[in-house]
């Protein structure tokens, strides 16, 4: 063998078996990059009774933030050597269960990003694994499985203590999202149901300047909302952050580029990813031990929105 290991070894590193020294593994997969070499997926699954497809379920592509995790979640499935098949869900419970009622012979697992509360008894069936990725949502009731989430408490105190810090001590929270929570003691102004666009934004940044006087910060759910609450102030005549400071949540390239530049509270999805295909891949591996949360921290990223000269 090119790796110089056995065959039995080269099909337990494929087939993402435990117990493998890293060098061993490195060097498997080095040999398999130089030759080019493909498993059979058909030959695969009457072996093993595994298709190496991981469902993602998903709100929908069209928001950024889920986009760019779904990518990060592709990128870490594809370097354990596992393909992904993405499920659009548009947040309907039906289409959550049909996606979830695909393991065991479509799926060999599936990873649910952001979805809503995830039905019991198709959770409980004995499919294949369910893995629950949140970056925005806070679910009602904790599922019976492997969770990894954004520390959207950290996310929410994280902002209030950096616009207090700045001088900031009368914000509004604006559109849903996991800093507009309603159990905050803060004033909110909610566009809609699901309305967290650019247009949202610019609406709700304009009726908080008319139905909350003296209003000097707007905490928004997303950087969507935030970027347009940014055009509505200025097409309002104001001045951010001098009158009015804004912070925004997801971290999107925009941010960076917006006038001015956004702060804003970047939930991570690099280790979002990273931790969820870990727990996938221990689950397929010890598919009995008890269901583990991971709680990933937040990062405040810093800009003009609420600090003049920041970028």
């Known amino acids: 063998m090119r790796a110089g290991v056995s065959v039995k070894t080269v099909s337990r590193v494929v087939n993402e078996e435990p117990h ?19 498993p059979n997926a058909s030959a695969r699954t009457l072996r093993t009774g595994r298709t190496g497809v991981v469902g993602i379920a998903v709100a929908g592509l069209r928001r950024p933030l889920l986009a760019a995790l779904v990518e990060r979640l592709v990128m870490e499935l594809d370097r354990h050597g596992l393909h992904a098949a993405v499920e659009p869900t548009h947040d309907d419970p039906a289409r959550l269960a049909a996606a979830l009622g695909l393991r065991g012979h479509t799926f060999d697992a599936l990873l649910a990003v952001d979805a809503p509360d995830l039905p019991a008894e198709a959770v409980a069936a004995e499919d294949g694994p369910v893995v629950r990725v949140d970056i925005t949502r806070r679910p009602a009731t904790e599922p019976a499985v492997d969770v990894v989430r954004a520390d959207l408490d950290q996310a929410v105190n994280t902002a209030l203590r950096h616009l207090r810090v700045m001088g900031h001590h009368r914000p509004v929270l604006l559109g849903p999202g996991p800093l507009a929570e309603p159990g905050q003691a803060l004033a909110r102004i909610d566009p809609g149901p699901g309305d967290i666009g650019r247009a949202a934004g610019f609406r709700a940044a304009q009726r908080a300047l008319t139905e909350q006087p003296g209003v000097d910060a707007l905490i928004c759910g997303t950087d969507e909302i935030a970027l347009g609450a940014l055009a509505g102030l200025h097409a309002a005549g104001v001045d951010v952050p001098g009158r009015v400071a804004v912070i925004g949540y997801g971290n999107l390239d925009d941010a960076r580029f917006s006038t001015p530049s956004l702060t804003t509270i970047d939930p991570d999805p690099i280790s979002l990813a990273h931790n969820a295909i870990d727990l996938l891949t221990a689950r397929f591996s010890q598919p009995g031990r008890a269901p583990e949360s991971v709680s990933v921290p937040v990062t405040l990223v810093q800009r003009e929105s609420t600090s003049q000269g920041a970028r």
Do not use: H, K
Request: charged fraction near 30%.
């Open 20 to 38: 493998i020294r890293p060098e061993t593994r490195d060097q498997v997969r080095a040999a398999i990059a130089e030759l080019g070499w493909t």
